[in-house]
């Protein structure tokens, strides 16, 4: 069982820069790749990027890349999206998930998911 939470949401303009942070319980948080998704209101559910459980490969959806980065520590079991260069489209509710599968952009591939962040950028 692993229990995420995510936190370092908040509500900025357009072009300013966003840390997310999530952390998770339990000793098996290096055996999972780990996940970034967000949801728009009106939206469905939708893939923002993923980090192997090492954290040596990464990819992410076309609407952030070259903008956001995930990383992961796992000695201190905590995965990261920084986000720069944020624009009011980036607006939603960010969750962290687990995933067995190597680097799935499925989210009915991740077994373990966070309560989510808000991320509100205004224009």
């Known amino acids: 069982q692993v229990q995420l939470v995510e936190s370092g949401g908040g509500l900025v303009q357009a072009g300013d820069s966003l840390r997310l942070s999530c952390g998770a319980s339990?000793?098996?948080?290096?055996?999972?790749?780990m996940g970034w998704f967000r949801q728009a209101p009106g939206k469905e559910r939708e893939f923002v990027a993923v980090?192997?459980?090492?954290?040596?490969?990464?990819y992410y959806a076309d609407s952030v890349k070259g903008r956001f980065t995930i990383s992961r520590d796992n000695a201190k079991n905590t995965v990261y999206l920084q986000m720069n260069s944020l624009k009011p489209e980036d607006t939603a509710i960010y969750y962290c998930?687990?995933?067995?599968?190597?680097?799935?952009?499925?989210?009915?591939?991740?077994?373990?998911w966070g309560q989510g962040t808000q991320v509100t950028v205004s224009s």
């Open positions: 980090v192997s459980t090492g954290g040596g490969i990464t």
């Open positions: 998930a687990a995933s067995d599968y190597s680097r799935s952009q499925e989210s009915e591939h991740y077994k373990y």
């Open positions: 339990g000793r098996t948080f290096s055996s999972y790749a």
